[in-house]
Protein backbone atom coordinates (compact mmCIF):
# COMPACT_ATOMS: atom_id res chain seq x y z
CA UNK A 1 0.00 0.00 0.00
CA UNK A 2 1.78 3.17 -1.66
CA UNK A 3 1.36 5.88 1.12
CA UNK A 4 1.49 9.73 0.32
CA UNK A 5 2.42 12.49 3.05
CA UNK A 6 1.72 15.94 1.89
CA UNK A 7 3.65 19.20 3.79
CA UNK A 8 4.00 22.75 3.09
CA UNK A 9 0.99 24.52 3.50
CA UNK A 10 0.21 27.26 6.03
CA UNK A 11 -1.18 30.65 5.75
CA UNK A 12 0.12 33.38 3.12
CA UNK A 13 -0.97 36.36 2.28
CA UNK A 14 -2.21 37.45 -1.45
CA UNK A 15 0.76 37.43 -4.06
CA UNK A 16 2.76 34.87 -1.95
CA UNK A 17 4.37 31.93 -2.43
CA UNK A 18 4.21 28.38 -1.21
CA UNK A 19 6.26 25.21 -1.95
CA UNK A 20 3.82 21.92 -1.23
CA UNK A 21 5.68 18.60 -0.95
CA UNK A 22 4.23 15.25 -1.22
CA UNK A 23 6.59 12.34 -0.06
CA UNK A 24 5.30 8.69 -1.49
CA UNK A 25 6.84 5.61 0.70
CA UNK A 26 8.14 3.94 -2.89
CA UNK A 27 7.94 3.62 -6.31
CA UNK A 28 4.90 5.68 -7.69
CA UNK A 29 3.83 6.57 -11.38
CA UNK A 30 1.77 9.37 -12.07
CA UNK A 31 1.16 12.41 -9.11
CA UNK A 32 -1.11 14.43 -9.23
CA UNK A 33 -2.40 17.53 -7.17
CA UNK A 34 -5.86 18.06 -6.12
CA UNK A 35 -7.79 20.61 -3.80
CA UNK A 36 -11.16 21.47 -1.81
CA UNK A 37 -12.39 24.50 -1.17
CA UNK A 38 -14.98 25.33 1.18
CA UNK A 39 -18.13 24.61 0.07
CA UNK A 40 -16.66 23.28 -3.58
CA UNK A 41 -16.06 19.92 -4.63
CA UNK A 42 -12.58 18.58 -4.79
CA UNK A 43 -11.03 19.67 -8.26
CA UNK A 44 -7.77 18.49 -9.75
CA UNK A 45 -5.12 21.24 -9.90
CA UNK A 46 -1.66 19.73 -11.65
CA UNK A 47 -0.13 16.37 -12.55
CA UNK A 48 3.05 14.81 -13.60
CA UNK A 49 3.70 12.08 -15.54
CA UNK A 50 6.14 8.91 -13.93
CA UNK A 51 9.54 10.47 -16.25
CA UNK A 52 8.43 14.03 -14.96
CA UNK A 53 8.36 15.03 -18.93
CA UNK A 54 4.57 15.75 -19.25
CA UNK A 55 2.39 17.86 -17.03
CA UNK A 56 -0.60 19.69 -16.73
CA UNK A 57 -2.32 22.11 -15.29
CA UNK A 58 -5.91 23.51 -14.43
CA UNK A 59 -6.59 26.43 -15.82
CA UNK A 60 -7.12 28.39 -12.79
CA UNK A 61 -3.39 27.40 -11.98
CA UNK A 62 -1.57 27.98 -15.27
CA UNK A 63 1.23 30.47 -14.93
CA UNK A 64 1.15 30.57 -11.42
CA UNK A 65 1.77 26.92 -10.13
CA UNK A 66 4.60 24.68 -11.14
CA UNK A 67 4.73 20.72 -10.38
CA UNK A 68 7.68 19.10 -10.36
CA UNK A 69 9.03 15.75 -9.20
CA UNK A 70 12.17 13.88 -7.57
CA UNK A 71 11.92 9.98 -8.07
CA UNK A 72 15.30 9.49 -6.34
CA UNK A 73 13.24 11.09 -2.92
CA UNK A 74 10.03 9.90 -4.47
CA UNK A 75 8.97 13.38 -3.93
CA UNK A 76 6.80 15.43 -5.98
CA UNK A 77 6.79 19.26 -5.70
CA UNK A 78 4.18 22.17 -6.62
CA UNK A 79 5.12 25.68 -6.04
CA UNK A 80 2.66 28.20 -6.13
CA UNK A 81 3.01 31.37 -6.76
CA UNK A 82 0.88 34.95 -7.27
CA UNK A 83 -1.59 32.86 -4.65
CA UNK A 84 -5.23 34.33 -4.32
CA UNK A 85 -7.66 34.31 -1.67
CA UNK A 86 -9.58 31.81 -4.54
CA UNK A 87 -6.57 29.02 -3.63
CA UNK A 88 -7.46 28.58 -0.13
CA UNK A 89 -8.69 25.13 0.09
CA UNK A 90 -7.17 21.83 1.39
CA UNK A 91 -4.45 20.62 -1.29
CA UNK A 92 -4.22 16.50 -1.45
CA UNK A 93 -1.60 14.33 -3.65
CA UNK A 94 -2.96 11.73 -4.93
CA UNK A 95 -0.95 8.34 -7.06
CA UNK A 96 -1.95 7.14 -10.45
CA UNK A 97 -1.56 3.30 -12.00
CA UNK A 98 -0.65 5.37 -14.73
CA UNK A 99 2.44 6.55 -16.58
CA UNK A 100 0.97 9.71 -18.01
CA UNK A 101 -1.23 12.14 -15.22
CA UNK A 102 -4.76 12.99 -15.51
CA UNK A 103 -7.16 15.90 -13.28
CA UNK A 104 -9.69 13.54 -13.40
CA UNK A 105 -9.90 11.60 -9.74
CA UNK A 106 -11.05 8.23 -10.84
CA UNK A 107 -7.40 7.62 -11.81
CA UNK A 108 -6.15 7.85 -8.65
CA UNK A 109 -5.85 4.74 -6.26
CA UNK A 110 -3.88 6.62 -3.57
CA UNK A 111 -4.81 9.61 -1.51
CA UNK A 112 -2.63 11.37 0.98
CA UNK A 113 -4.49 13.24 3.95
CA UNK A 114 -3.97 16.87 2.51
CA UNK A 115 -2.76 20.08 3.71
CA UNK A 116 -4.22 23.09 4.07
CA UNK A 117 -3.53 26.13 2.25
CA UNK A 118 -4.59 29.88 3.41
CA UNK A 119 -4.64 33.07 1.55
CA UNK A 120 -5.11 35.84 3.25
CA UNK A 121 -4.28 39.59 4.37
Known amino acids: QLQLVESGGGLVQPGGSLRLSCAASGFAYAIGWFRRAPGKEREGVSC????????KYADSVKGRFTISRDNAKNTVYLQMNSLKPEDTAVYYC?????????????????WGQGTQVTVSS
Open 94 to 110: AASTYLIGSLEERTYRY
Open 48 to 55: ISRSGDST
